[in-house]
């Protein structure tokens, strides 16, 4: 008699999205306002909304890219301060450890890319 195979799917870990990053405190944020409805996974490519608060990255690429989430966090009443840690400037991520919003281009991805890279944010590909 063969044994029913199982399959476990591991959460995601933080080594699955930074392949290195600079001192703690200069790499990452976690200041600005949240928007309320905000929902993020590890990972995540976030953007500043019309009124300067955080959002998740849209797929049109109408807004600015500002970095990548650390955690995940589900949606909230009320907009709030903080509780969203981001990788902002001088990292090296892998590239599978993004998740990239549904329906987004080729183009916007690389546009999105080519938005971080200014602040020392390089996506590489990864196995």
Do not use: N, Q
Request: glycine share 8%.
């Amino acid at each position: 008699m063969v044994a029913a195979v199982r399959k476990i799917t591991a959460p995601k870990i933080l080594s699955d999205l930074v392949l290195w990053e600079e001192e703690l405190a200069y790499s990452r944020e976690a200041s600005g306002t949240v928007k309320a409805t905000t929902v993020s996974d590890l990972g995540t490519p976030l953007a500043l909304d019309a009124d300067h608060k955080v959002v998740p990255l849209p797929d049109d690429g109408s807004l600015v890219c500002i970095g990548f989430a650390l955690t995940a966090r589900a949606a909230t009443a009320a907009d709030t301060t903080g509780g969203l840690d981001y990788i902002r400037r001088t990292a090296i991520l892998k590239d599978f450890g993004i998740v990239w919003p549904a329906g987004i281009s080729a183009a916007d991805k690389a546009k999105a890319l080519a938005e971080v890279e200014v602040r020392g944010v390089v996506v590489r590909a990864s196995a």
